[in-house]
């Protein structure tokens, strides 16, 4: 077997080690530890987790400045929690046909990569000789895989340049096995971080290198680049949090990985490619965001009452409005009430529809569940789901939904759950599966719109989405929501009750700051828990 067939299967034992070693108790040398006086965290950020599909082609272009499309690859998408975005721990699992897709993709980012320029950037010479190796793997690895490389990683990768010579390759040729194999190294495809320490349960601060990795993660969803290592290895990145994050903000890779948090967050990523104007539908609320985040600043409540959209004219059509010009145009919609905001966005409406006869539940259990932070336990056990489905009024009767589930909600066995995410479906009565906007259903049956929402604080009636949309927008409670949202997808689990402090801290933060994007993420980022990690027995 040759050089480079092998190498995949040498990445494979690697990742199989790896496992080992998560489960047994954390990679390195843990820095030092804080004293007895350090607050008790919950759980911190989820350690040793697989980087999602997303992070690890965004890493690849931050660590070798190449853009691959991840569906020209069999690498899966992640699963997703409930309530939940795709980069959960407990879900990151590996498996075969996922080493097989990170070896062909590691041949192909170093085929396309400047593996010269890397050379002439990282190397401290190009001798065939062992400093030589060593010097290229240890400088170019420092960027691969987040941190200082171990003694035992770096005699395995410089003995790639070394069996490179011995084919009668080049030390350009050698750097770029090295390249493929870092690709595939645990230490590249798991955020690692050592839970090593004394006192179980309590914290230790992060090394400087983890941090780095916990700030670029957070801001691009991708790997630290080279500023943010540099800082690291020089001891200062702690006291330029502020000034990195306000950086790292203002490149692209932070729109970037906007885009790919809102289309979790919004469930945007149930579309199918075929799914006619999906693409146009997923560009407007993007668009819409990404305009109050990057170019206004402003408060992010202000998303659900923004009376201004930019649209194709394909979908202007699809609203029932003259199309401006065939491409992306701005829109006023304050004389279009039922186009109000972030909520009646046709991407956000389609994607809740998970069954079109049941799509006022659909989209009730998303407000409650994402826009609230409220959840109800779904009806697994089969007897229940049973007793569920005995009283359940038929899609055949001819009644609307509002009638259908009204009925089914004044059972004893249904009113608990219904009669929380009932009234917030009924908002949007009034869209069809795919978005369009309607005034009778199928059978014939006028659509009003209109109910009662009391959840958290907001109590209030309305007779459509325009003021269901507003008391939203004004909610202390989906304000809190959003900021937690954003802390569970950084922190890469679930929130519980052990949680509630730094979450109150963190919206205290956002909300005095004007509730801006920018400002949640530098609350997140600066936050004492933030700089922590859980010591493990």
Same mark, same amino acid.
């Given at each position: 077997?040759?050089?480079?067939?092998?190498?995949?299967?040498?990445?494979?034992?690697?990742?199989?080690?790896?496992?080992?070693?998560?489960?047994?108790?954390?990679?390195?040398?843990?820095?030092?530890?804080?004293?007895?006086?350090?607050?008790?965290?919950?759980?911190?950020?989820?350690?040793?987790?697989?980087?999602?599909?997303?992070?690890?082609?965004?890493?690849?272009?931050?660590?070798?400045?190449?853009?691959?499309?991840?569906?020209?690859?069999?690498?899966?998408?992640?699963?997703?929690?409930?309530?939940?975005?795709?980069?959960?721990?407990? /879900?990151?699992?590996?498996?075969?046909?996922?080493? $097989?897709?990170?070896?062909?993709?590691?041949?192909?980012?170093?085929?396309?990569? /400047?593996?010269?320029?890397?050379?002439?950037?990282?190397?401290?010479?190009?001798?065939? $000789?062992?400093?030589?190796?060593?010097?290229?793997?240890?400088?170019?690895?420092?960027?691969?895989?987040?941190?200082?490389?171990?003694?035992?990683?770096?005699?395995?990768?410089?003995?790639?340049?070394?069996?490179?010579?011995?084919?009668?390759?080049?030390?350009?040729?050698?750097?770029?096995?090295?390249?493929?194999?870092?690709?595939?190294?645990?230490?590249?495809?798991?955020?690692?971080?050592?839970?090593?320490?004394?006192?179980?349960?309590?914290?230790?601060?992060?090394?400087?290198?983890?941090?780095?990795?916990?700030?670029?993660?957070?801001?691009?969803?991708?790997?630290?680049?080279?500023?943010?290592?540099?800082?690291?290895?020089?001891?200062?990145?702690?006291?330029?949090?502020?000034?990195?994050?306000? $950086?790292?903000?203002?490149?692209?890779?932070?729109?970037?990985?906007?885009?790919?948090?809102?289309?979790?967050?919004?469930?945007?990523?149930?579309?199918?490619?075929?799914?006619?104007?999906?693409?146009?539908?997923?560009?407007?609320?993007?668009?819409?965001?990404?305009?109050?985040?990057?170019?206004?600043?402003?408060?992010?409540?202000?998303?659900?009452?923004?009376?201004?959209?930019?649209?194709?004219?394909?979908?202007?059509?699809?609203?029932?409005?003259?199309?401006?010009?065939?491409?992306?145009?701005?829109?006023?919609?304050?004389?279009?009430?039922?186009?109000?905001?972030?909520?009646?966005?046709?991407?956000?409406?389609?994607?809740?529809?998970?069954?079109?006869?049941?799509?006022?539940?659909?989209?009730?259990?998303?407000?409650?569940?994402?826009?609230?932070?409220?959840?109800?336990?779904?009806?697994? /056990?089969?007897?229940?789901?049973?007793?569920?489905?005995?009283?359940?009024?038929?899609?055949?009767?001819?009644?609307?939904?509002?009638?259908?589930?009204?009925?089914?909600?004044?059972?004893?066995?249904?009113?608990?759950?219904?009669?929380?995410?009932?009234?917030?479906?009924?908002?949007?009565?009034?869209?069809?599966?795919?978005?369009?906007?309607?005034?009778?259903?199928?059978?014939?049956?006028?659509?009003?719109?209109?109910?009662?929402?009391?959840?958290?604080?907001?109590?209030?009636?309305?007779?459509?989405?325009?003021?269901?949309?507003?008391?939203?927008?004004?909610?202390?409670?989906?304000?809190?929501?959003?900021?937690?949202?954003?802390?569970?997808?950084?922190?890469?689990?679930?929130?519980?009750?052990? /949680?509630?402090?730094?979450?109150?801290?963190?919206?205290?933060?956002?909300?005095?700051?004007?509730?801006?994007?920018?400002?949640?993420? $530098?609350?997140?980022?600066?936050?004492?828990?933030?700089?922590?990690?859980?010591?493990?027995?």
């Amino acid at each position: 077997m040759g050089l480079c067939q092998s190498l995949g299967l040498l990445a494979a034992l690697s990742l199989v080690a790896c496992d080992a070693q998560i489960s047994g108790g954390g990679f390195g040398t843990p820095p030092d530890l804080i004293g007895p006086e350090a607050r008790r965290v919950s759980l911190g950020h989820a350690v040793g987790r697989r980087l999602t599909r997303e992070e690890y082609f965004n890493s690849l272009e931050v660590v070798l400045d190449v853009d691959l499309d991840a569906d020209d690859y069999d690498l899966p998408r992640d699963n997703r929690i409930p309530e939940g975005f795709r980069n959960s721990a407990e /879900d990151l699992l590996l498996s075969p046909a996922r080493v $097989r897709a990170y070896d062909a993709i590691a041949e192909e980012a170093v085929a396309q990569a /400047d593996v010269a320029g890397l050379v002439s950037t990282y190397a401290t010479c190009t001798e065939m $000789r062992a400093d030589c190796y060593d010097g290229f793997v240890d400088r170019v690895g420092l960027l691969v895989m987040r941190g200082p490389v171990a003694d035992t990683e770096r005699v395995f990768f410089s003995r790639l340049v070394n069996l490179a010579q011995e084919e009668g390759e080049g030390f350009q040729e050698g750097a770029a096995l090295v390249l493929r194999a870092m690709l595939q190294s645990p230490y590249f495809i798991y955020r690692l971080e050592s839970q090593a320490g004394q006192n179980v349960g309590e914290g230790r601060e992060v090394d400087s290198f983890e941090l780095a990795t916990r700030l670029s993660f957070l801001v691009w969803n991708a790997a630290p680049d080279q500023e943010l290592l540099d800082l690291a290895l020089g001891g200062t990145l702690r006291a330029n949090i502020d000034a990195q994050v306000d $950086r790292m903000l203002d490149h692209p890779r932070a729109r970037r990985a906007f885009r790919q948090y809102v289309e979790q967050w919004l469930y945007l990523d149930a579309i199918p490619e075929s799914f006619e104007l999906g693409t146009d539908m997923k560009e407007e609320t993007y668009r819409l965001l990404e305009r109050l985040v990057w170019e206004e600043d402003v408060d992010t409540m202000r998303a659900f009452v923004e009376d201004r959209a930019e649209l194709s004219g394909a979908l202007a059509s699809f609203y029932g409005l003259p199309p401006l010009d065939s491409g992306f145009a701005t829109y006023d919609l304050s004389g279009v009430p039922e186009r109000i905001g972030l909520l009646t966005n046709a991407s956000v409406l389609a994607a809740r529809t998970i069954n079109p006869s049941s799509s006022m539940i659909d989209r009730g259990l998303f407000v409650l569940n994402d826009l609230f932070c409220q959840s109800v336990p779904p009806p697994e /056990d089969p007897e229940l789901r049973e007793a569920i489905d005995e009283i359940a009024v038929p899609e055949t009767s001819g009644l609307s939904q509002r009638e259908r589930f009204g009925i089914q909600s004044e059972e004893a066995l249904c009113r608990g759950c219904h009669g929380l995410f009932d009234p917030l479906g009924l908002a949007f009565e009034q869209y069809g599966s795919a978005g369009q906007y309607i005034t009778e259903d199928e059978f014939g049956n006028p659509l009003v719109g209109g109910g009662t929402v009391a959840v958290g604080d907001v109590n209030a009636e309305y007779q459509d989405v325009e003021e269901f949309a507003t008391a939203l927008a004004a909610s202390e409670t989906v304000a809190r929501c959003i900021a937690e949202k954003s802390v569970q997808h950084a922190y890469g689990r679930k929130m519980g009750a052990k /949680d509630e402090n730094v979450l109150s801290e963190v919206f205290a933060s956002f909300d005095a700051q004007g509730r801006t994007y920018r400002a949640l993420i $530098r609350a997140i980022a600066i936050h004492p828990e933030f700089l922590l990690v859980e010591v493990a027995p």
